[in-house]
């Protein structure tokens, strides 16, 4: 048995990238139960996490390794999003991110589980569920040390910081961000705004993309956008746009005056 044991354990070893979370009920569905599990703590080969994960001994599991986890043992579609998803691809350039705050994205209906919660990660994380995007749109693969997670395209981060804003992202550091997104491709943006549900983030993204002249602007099909009805103040004391009927900071629009 403990010959099996050990065997069953090299097996996991083998297979699970440094640095992420195992979680006790994928664990169990691989074949290893609550007692082969306990026996791998008291033997040093597993520590506990919290309760219902653990990670590799001598490793250090960061958030990503818990987003990890979420993704591939429990299927969520949490994810790395915003400036978050700018900081990781490096298309911050110029603007200074903070990387000590952490901000991850799922769906409406998607919770952490409470071992994430509770950890102390090296980063403040926040989170937001939401249905304002389909869960699975604009997602794309990011690489890190032995594993990879699904992170905010550019594209999709760009509209999960326009949908906090003005309350939790300023709108005057979302237009510099989209300063920097002049390489998107259409064909996503467009994919992206026909499902998006937030009037306010499409008519914030498409007032940006127009008022830097991205290239990719024009070759947008505005007719099959949803830009809803009625104006949308944002900011107290800021210029109305009447094109999109949104009342945006005067930061924006002083150089147009």
């Known amino acids: 048995m403990l010959t099996e044991n050990r065997t069953k354990i090299n097996q996991l070893l083998s297979t699970i990238p440094q640095d992420v979370v195992l979680q006790?009920?994928?664990l169990i569905n691989e074949g290893y139960s609550l007692d082969l599990q306990k026996y791998y703590r008291n033997s040093g080969w597993l520590k506990a996490l919290g309760n219902g994960a653990m990670y590799?001994?001598?490793?250090q599991p960061s958030y990503e390794g818990g987003v990890y986890a979420l993704q591939k043992q429990s299927g969520l579609s949490v994810h790395p999003?915003?400036?978050?998803?700018?900081a990781l691809q490096g298309k911050a350039h110029y603007i200074e991110l903070n990387t000590a705050q952490i901000w991850l994205f799922g769906g409406e209906k998607e919770k952490l589980p409470t071992w994430f919660r509770k950890h102390k990660w090296d980063q403040k994380v926040h989170y937001k569920a939401s249905s304002?995007?389909?869960k699975e749109l604009g997602l794309t693969e990011f690489s890190l040390a032995g594993f990879s997670i699904?992170?905010?395209?550019?594209?999709r981060a760009m509209m999960e910081c326009l949908y906090l804003a003005p309350e939790k992202f300023d709108i005057v550091e979302c237009y510099e961000l989209m300063e920097n997104l002049n390489d998107l491709r259409p064909t996503i943006v467009q994919e992206l705004l026909e499902a998006c549900t937030s009037i306010k983030v499409k008519r914030l993204f498409l007032f940006m993309a127009e008022k830097l002249n991205h290239s990719w602007y024009k070759h947008l099909n505005l007719s099959k956008v949803d830009l809803g009805k009625g104006k949308r103040s944002l900011v107290k004391d800021g210029v109305y746009i009447s094109k999109?009927?949104?009342t945006v900071p005067e930061k924006l629009v002083r150089n147009e005056q």
């Open 56 to 59: 590799r001994s001598n490793n």
């Open 24 to 26: 006790s009920s994928w």
């Open 81 to 86: 999003g915003g400036r978050t998803a700018f």
């Open 244 to 246: 999109y009927q949104i």
């Open 132 to 134: 304002f995007l389909p």
């Open 150 to 155: 699904k992170v905010s395209s550019p594209a």
